[in-house]
Nanobody
Framework: QVQLVESGGGSVQPGGSLRLSCAAS????????MGWYRQAPGKERELVAA???????NYADSVKGRFTISRDNAKNTVYLQMNSLKPEDTAVYYC??????????WGQGTQVTVSS
């Protein structure tokens, strides 16, 4: 099993910034992929950004140029720096850990609200 603990959500005005963190513990194996998904009310969960244990990132088109994903393999922690936030970024953000076998583990979710 893998446990994921998220932190860093909150409320911010449009144009503001937030940083999310997610620490993984338990049965960690490599290679793996860690990332962030989000789900807004009435919408499906969608990938925001992910990064492999080798450091290769990928982003949703909607966040490219505004969000940056990074990770510290020594700490089994992934970060999501979110800049130039927009109201449409409002959602519950979920940390994801994916094994090579494609098995997924999820965090409990953290709310991000962008509103004036």
């Amino acid at each position: 099993q893998v446990q994921l603990v998220e932190s860093g959500g909150g409320s911010v005005q449009p144009g503001g910034s937030l940083r999310l963190s997610c620490a993984a513990s338990g049965s960690i194996s490599s290679p793996n992929r860690m990332g962030w998904y989000r789900q807004a009310p009435g919408k499906e969960r969608e990938l925001v950004a992910a990064i492999t244990s080798g450091g290769i990132p990928n982003y949703a088109d909607s966040v490219k140029g505004r969000f940056t994903i990074s990770r510290d393999n020594a700490k089994n922690t992934v970060y999501l720096q979110m800049n130039s936030l927009k109201p449409e970024d409002t959602a519950v953000y979920y940390c994801n850990y994916r094994r090579l076998s494609m098995r997924d583990y999820w965090g409990q979710g953290t709310q991000v609200t962008v509103s004036s």
